[in-house]
């Protein structure tokens, strides 16, 4: 009995059981035991392929907040013509935030989710140019402000993921100091990104994240379970950009996948071994989306569909 005649037992064992309910319940989740930690997936691998707006950037009539003219006009994309375009071939669709109308509004935004849901994909996340690089200030200041309006829109989209970038030292700092700034500037987005449910992941794109060793710093420096690598299997230019896949891929929120890799900068392309770089993500335990960013010369119209179909065969295998 309680100190007020109220009969305690039951209330204790109730509390227990829920303290049991709740510790088995956190133990399943996927979560890092620390910054350093790589996020933990119950489950077997398992991939969703999807495919990135960027692959026809040259066909989009607004890039980066400015008009660009479309060499064939007939062949001219949208936003809602590309998630139809993906919806026809069976992906989701990333939106990169370059080909956005600059006037577009959150009516817009919600017309745009809607769409993908009524056609049976789902918008696999967007992407948003950026540069943390900087010195303190008002030009640092405006870059974190427009990825936390993203990750709004992110939201609102409906989608999990957004990429974000690093970016390269210079304006004063070297490559340390750089650093220390995207991992700040990543700090306060992912805190903003963890009240909209929105995964941010830092791309391997240059900079001061161009080798496995900078992009790990800078991501393990960043103490939440809302960032981690947007992994572009592209990226890495090195005698043997598998290996350096492979360090980052246990990190891996998002993968953007290409269908050629370099081994020197500014050197000849080769083609990307697909079933390589899927038994790294096998072996890394990666559960999520393999997105097809094209990049390639040939027509994206002619090369996507083929590109598509070869990145299912490897992912199916």
């Known amino acids: 009995m309680g100190r007020d005649g109220s009969a305690t037992g039951g ?68 936003i809602p013509g590309f998630i139809d375009y993906c919806a026809d071939h069976g992906c989701d669709a990333e939106l990169t935030a370059y080909y956005f109308d600059p006037a577009v509004g959150d009516a817009d935004l919600a017309a745009f989710r809607r769409q993908a849901f009524l056609r049976g994909i789902a918008i696999a996340g967007t992407a948003v140019g950026n540069r943390f690089t900087l010195p303190a200030g008002p030009r ?18 409906g989608a999990g993921h957004m990429r974000v970038f690093a970016g390269p030292s210079g304006d004063g700092l ?6 220390r700034q995207c991992i700040a500037a990543l700090t306060e987005c992912a805190a903003h990104a963890a009240t909209r449910g929105v995964m941010l992941g830092v791309e391997n794109h240059g900079g001061v994240v161009a080798d496995p060793d900078g992009l790990l710093e800078v991501v393990r420096g960043v103490d939440s379970d809302w960032l981690g690598i947007s992994l572009d299997t592209g990226n890495f230019v090195s005698a043997d950009p598998y290996a350096d896949l492979a360090r980052c891929a246990p990190y891996a929120v998002n993968v953007q996948y290409k269908v050629s890799i370099r081994r020197t900068e500014g050197g000849p392309a080769e083609p990307a071994d697909a079933r390589r770089i899927v038994g790294i993500l096998r072996d890394a335990g990666y559960q999520g989306r393999v997105v097809l960013e094209y990049e390639e010369d040939e027509d994206p119209y002619a090369a996507v569909p083929r590109h598509l179909a070869a990145l299912r065969t490897a992912l199916a295998g």
């Not at 640092?140 to 989209?157: C, F, M, P, Q, S």
């Open 11 to 78: 209330c204790r064992q109730t509390t227990r059981r829920g303290w049991i309910a709740a510790t088995a319940l956190a133990a399943a989740l996927p979560r890092r035991l620390s910054a350093a930690d790589p996020p933990r997936r119950p489950g077997a691998p398992r991939f969703v392929p999807a495919l990135a707006a960027y692959g026809f950037r040259q066909y989009f009539p607004w890039s980066r907040g400015t008009a660009q003219a479309v060499a064939d006009p007939a062949r001219a994309l949208s």
């Open 140 to 157: 640092l200041d405006g870059e974190i402000a427009d990825v936390k309006r993203w990750i709004d829109r992110t939201a609102l989209l």
């Open 174 to 179: 070297d490559d340390a100091a750089a650093r």
